[in-house]
């Protein structure tokens, strides 16, 4: 599971901690001080990715990384 998220850039991998935290899209643009459009288009690699798993999947993935 790990190996999954090191294929993430830097910049999806804070957009993958705040969309596991439950953060809207918009709201996610708003602090990283980028557009929303941007910010669905790195959601859809995320997804892509990590096989187009659900939200709900990131969740249970982010919950198995070491801290």
């Known amino acids: 599971q790990q ?8 910049r999806e991998r804070e ?5 596991v935290e ?3 899209s918009k709201v996610i643009a ?11 288009v790195h959601r ?5 990715k990590l096989g187009n798993c659900s939200l ?3 969740v ?3 919950l198995n990384l070491p801290k």
């Open 3 to 10: 190996s999954l998220i090191e294929l993430l850039s830097t």
């Open 60 to 62: 249970k993935l982010s």
């Open 15 to 19: 957009i993958f901690a705040r969309l």
């Open 44 to 48: 859809a690699n995320i997804r892509e």
């Open 30 to 40: 708003k602090e990283l001080n980028i557009s929303y459009k941007t910010v669905e």
């Open 22 to 24: 439950s953060k809207s």
């Open 56 to 58: 709900a999947d990131m």
